[in-house]
């Protein structure tokens, strides 16, 4: 399975700007799509995800009351709506294609290329 996540770009602070995931094939029930980040010299790690069938959604402390992630039955896509962008959100985002909602990498074993979203203050 591949995965692309597309919509980065750069934005100020407070800005609000979503991030989507695509795949070479349509989702299944038990796929959970997970949203990571890297900020230069950081470890990567995990933003948000959910589970295509049923929609429950995981989020990380960080970005719980800002970020919403969603799935689009119509477009077979996920995305990550950030709102109230901070600097710190400064990171490549990844999508992931896992089995387990959580925020383990391990649980994931597709990748796509990132997106890179740039905030500035």
């Known amino acids: 399975v591949q995965l692309q996540a597309s919509g980065g770009g750069l934005v100020q602070a407070g800005d609000s700007l979503t991030l989507s995931c695509s795949a070479s094939?349509?989702?299944?029930?038990?796929?959970?799509v997970g949203w990571f980040r890297q900020a230069p010299g950081k470890e990567r790690e995990f933003v948000a995800g959910?589970?295509?069938?049923?929609?429950?959604?995981y989020y990380a402390d960080s970005v719980k009351d800002r970020f919403n992630i969603y799935r689009d039955n119509d477009e077979g896509m996920v995305h990550l709506q950030m709102n109230s962008l901070k600097p710190e959100d400064t990171a490549i985002y990844y999508c992931?294609?896992?089995?387990?909602?959580?925020?383990?990498?391990?649980?994931?074993?597709?990748w796509g290329q990132g997106t890179l979203v740039t905030v500035s203050s």
């Open positions: 094939r349509r989702f299944f029930s038990s796929n959970v």
């Open positions: 959910i589970r295509w069938g049923g929609g429950r959604t």
């Open positions: 992931a294609l896992g089995s387990t909602l959580g925020s383990n990498k391990q649980n994931y074993v597709h």
